[in-house]
Structure formats: structure tokens, C-alpha cells
T-cell receptor, first 113, second 113 residues
Framework: EPEVTQTPSHQVTQMGQEVILRCVPISNHLYFYWYRQILGQKVEFLVSFYNNEISEKSEIFDDQFSVERPDGSNFTLKIRSTKLEDSAMYFC???????????FGPGTRLTVL | GESVGLHLPTLSVQEGDNSIINCAYSNSASDYFIWYKQESGKGPQFIIDIRSNMDKRQGQRVTVLLNKTVKHLSLQIAATQPGDSAVYFCAENRDTNAGKSTFGDGTTLTVKP
């Protein structure tokens, strides 16, 4: 069964450093998403992406965040200058259409020291 | 602002019993609602969804009920099994918001053998 994959599974970084989280969505999907989940809290939407541009973003997704689909298979989330409060699980998801089922990856645990 | 919340943070049931997990939402403009299951260390997994023009939808061992009058959503799991132990989230979405799902706080379901 096709699945969303994410790398790395765990990323540790120093405050102020840039990180790039990588995702490989399901191959025939066209809509891509990033969510985050701070430990013990609910899942929060960050951004949705379609046709090589951002469709929707939340107030969390400020100028420090960016997304890119550099090739036909990868979807990345970049945080330019990490802060302590960026520590969370980051989930990538993809769907076949904007109202279709979203399939989530296993997540990347980001720890900012 | 919109919010999606759950009535109880934890639920403990005996194996074989039926489970009911509740969710209250505040956005009457929501077009569809989704239930996700999240096991420890994994991303959310789609269980079932329901459009706002429906009041009931059944899947395999699961039923979702929607009461738009009181803005209430429930997930019923029949013959609960130990493998059902997880955190369950409800989420709401609109057809026009590019897949942005708003998640509730989550209910931890524990199934006792």
C-alpha cells in the first residue's frame, strides 16, 4: 500500500540553525500538507501546497517557514532560524484532491536546543 | 474563531465493549468532519469521515454520528479491541480551504483486556 515517508525521523539542532524536513508524498497525489504537533497537544495545520504554490497557511507559518517541491517526488519544509518553541513532531500529509482523505507520514521529531 | 474540541480527554473500556468518543465543534460552516486514530509514535491515521449533509455514516466496526443542531460529532467503535488503544482526534474541514484540517484536542482510548 502506498504511504507517505519522512526523513529524518529525528532531527536535533541548535537554536538559530536552519533545518530542512523532507517528505515523499504518495506518488499520484497532488495536494501536500505540513502539520505539527507539540508533545501532548493536538495536531496543528501549518500549510497546504498545490500546483507549486501555497494554497493556505496558518498564523504559525510565518516568514521563518518555507515549503518547496524541488522535484517530482519530494516535498520539503524549511525553518530558517529555529527557535526553542519549534520543537515538535512535524507531519507531512498528501491527498489526491483538496477534499480527499489526507494520508499522514510517520513524522519527524524536531528538537531545538 | 473556529475550534474543535473533545468532551473527555481519556476513556477506558473493557475489551469487547462498545466505545463512544465525543467531539464538539463551533464552526457551523464546516463541510465535512474526519476522525483520526493516532498510535504512539505514528502519524494520524484516517478512520472515517462524514459530510455535513449527512447525520450518520458506518464503516467497519465504526460509526460516526453528526448532530448539526448541537454541533456534536461522535465516533462509536463496536467490540473494542486492544489494538484500538490510541488517541482519537476529530477534525473539521471546509471544501474551500484547500484541505486545512482543524484538529480537536484528542481523546486517549485505553482498552483493558
Amino acid at each position: 500500500e502506498p504511504e507517505v515517508t519522512q526523513t529524518p525521523s529525528h532531527q536535533v539542532t541548535q537554536m538559530g540553525q536552519e533545518v530542512i524536513l523532507r517528505c515523499v508524498p504518495i506518488s499520484n497525489h497532488l495536494y501536500f500538507y505540513w502539520y505539527r504537533q507539540i508533545l501532548g497537544q493536538k495536531v496543528e495545520f501549518l500549510v497546504s501546497f498545490y500546483n507549486n504554490e501555497i494554497s493556505e497557511k496558518s498564523e504559525i507559518f510565518d516568514d521563518q517557514f518555507s515549503v518547496e517541491r524541488p522535484d517530482g517526488s519530494n516535498f520539503t519544509l524549511k525553518i530558517r532560524s529555529t527557535k526553542l518553541e519549534d520543537s515538535a513532531m512535524y507531519f507531512c500529509a498528501s491527498s489526491g484532491d483538496s477534499t480527499g482523505t489526507q494520508y499522514f507520514g510517520p513524522g519527524t521529531r524536531l528538537t531545538v536546543l | 474563531g473556529e475550534s474543535v474540541g473533545l468532551h473527555l480527554p481519556t476513556l477506558s473500556v473493557q475489551e469487547g465493549d462498545n466505545s463512544i468518543i465525543n467531539c464538539a465543534y463551533s464552526n457551523s460552516a464546516s463541510d465535512y468532519f474526519i476522525w483520526y486514530k493516532q498510535e504512539s509514535g505514528k502519524g494520524p491515521q484516517f478512520i472515517i469521515d462524514i459530510r455535513s449533509n449527512m447525520d450518520k455514516r458506518q464503516g467497519q466496526r465504526v460509526t460516526v454520528l453528526l448532530n448539526k443542531t448541537v454541533k456534536h460529532l461522535s465516533l462509536q467503535i463496536a467490540a473494542t479491541q486492544p489494538g484500538d488503544s490510541a488517541v482519537y482526534f476529530c477534525a473539521e474541514n471546509r471544501d474551500t480551504n484547500a484541505g486545512k484540517s482543524t484538529f480537536g484536542d484528542g481523546t486517549t482510548l485505553t482498552v483493558k483486556p
